[in-house]
């Protein structure tokens, strides 16, 4: 929520004969992840609230709340950020996906290849066009300021045996969210898709209600989902963990435009700690898996493209389905052919 205080100019300025105005008005920004001082989110919020708070020189103050104290789960801290009551709120795309369907674009799955391709989309023209139409779905309330990550990339990880090719994961029972495109994936690779609440997972997995999962490492470890018995992961990577960062439209339109220059720039060391986060904590978490006897499997490029093959009705059922899924779609691609285009370019030059 937007406050604005005020308060009388420092004695010493004054003496110093400083031409300070009378009074300086402050504001403060509330924050809130539904996760945990461990999570790559409040990594995010902690540049963010140092970088704004140093740059508008303790004119803008950031208040952190982790968990659910102001904020149970997607659509409430949404519906917070749109009348007020919360100023910044960061949603995975299946949490934001009830207000905004189009946002499960990110959940496609094999279109960004690699970390140096996510990281140059996100931080692009399609983030803004993104930006644009949850405003305008939104009745200019609620604004998306940018992407990160929460969690590095979406691999399958299951109870039963090493995935290698599509034809293994057919017929497992897999947990997804609620959302529907990760439900359209595991029914074309012919899994069984199996809604279950994250906290409820690791008895899932234990007592067989599914048998796998779509997660990052870090994700797995720090649920220690191979003591309910899951001991195998494929690196498929089939979707980037985007982090969507909103932000309370009316606060930042009724910040003056220095102070809007403050908090963007904050968004952007916001997201570049998201993107550094996981990478850095992926290393531990692969170590304890594989010294805890699990299977790591990576995908050779043929077996990859094989499963980019079996999930090419996940883009037709978007397109068709999804409102604003076209454009959407359309715009992710575009922004990936550019993304790669420039990539190859920059990696020839350094392979001079």
């Avoid at 066009?129 to 990339?153: H, V």
Wanted: proline share 4%; aromatic share 8%; with cysteine.
């Amino acid at each position: 929520m937007l406050t604005n205080t005020f308060k009388a100019a420092g004695l010493a300025a004054l003496l110093a004969g400083t031409a300070l105005p009378a009074t300086a008005q402050e504001y403060t920004l509330r924050a809130t992840a539904n996760s945990n001082e461990a999570d790559e989110d409040y990594d995010g919020l902690q540049a963010f609230k140092s970088h704004v708070e140093a740059a508008s020189n303790g004119a803008i103050a950031v208040e952190i709340f982790m968990g659910t104290q102001l904020c149970s789960n997607g659509a409430e801290c949404l519906q917070g950020v749109a009348d007020g009551s919360i100023d910044i709120y960061i949603s995975t795309s299946g949490g934001a996906s009830g207000l905004f369907p189009y946002v499960q674009v990110l959940d496609l799955p094999y279109v960004m290849a690699d970390d140096r391709i996510a990281e140059a989309v996100l931080s692009g023209d399609f983030t803004r066009t993104m930006r644009d139409m949850a405003l305008e779905d939104s009745g200019d309330s609620i604004r998306l300021m940018t992407i990160g990550n929460t969690g590095g990339w979406r691999n399958f990880a299951n109870t039963q045996r090493r995935i290698a090719a599509p034809a293994d994961i057919e017929g497992l029972k897999i947990r997804t969210v609620v959302a529907d495109l990760p439900q359209e994936l595991v029914r074309a690779l012919g899994a069984s898709p199996t809604p279950i609440p994250w906290p409820e997972l690791f008895t899932s997995l234990q007592t067989g209600v599914v048998e796998g999962t779509k997660n990052g490492i870090t994700d797995i470890m720090s649920m220690k989902f191979p003591d309910a018995g899951l001991q195998y992961v494929t690196l498929d990577g089939h979707a980037y963990m985007g982090a969507l960062w909103w932000m309370s439209n009316q606060t930042f339109q009724e910040l003056p435009d220095d102070m809007k220059r403050v908090v963007v720039d904050g968004f952007y060391q916001l997201q570049q700690a998201t993107f550094a986060s996981p990478k850095r904590k992926s290393i531990q978490a692969y170590e304890d898996f594989v010294a805890g006897g699990g299977d790591l499997y990576v995908p050779t490029p043929e077996e990859k493209a094989a499963f980019a093959e079996a999930a090419q009705p996940v883009y037709e059922w978007f397109t068709a389905n999804v409102e604003g899924g076209q454009e959407i779609y359309d715009a992710l691609t575009a922004a990936v052919a550019e993304a790669e285009t420039e990539l190859e370019a920059v990696r020839a030059a350094d392979m001079e």
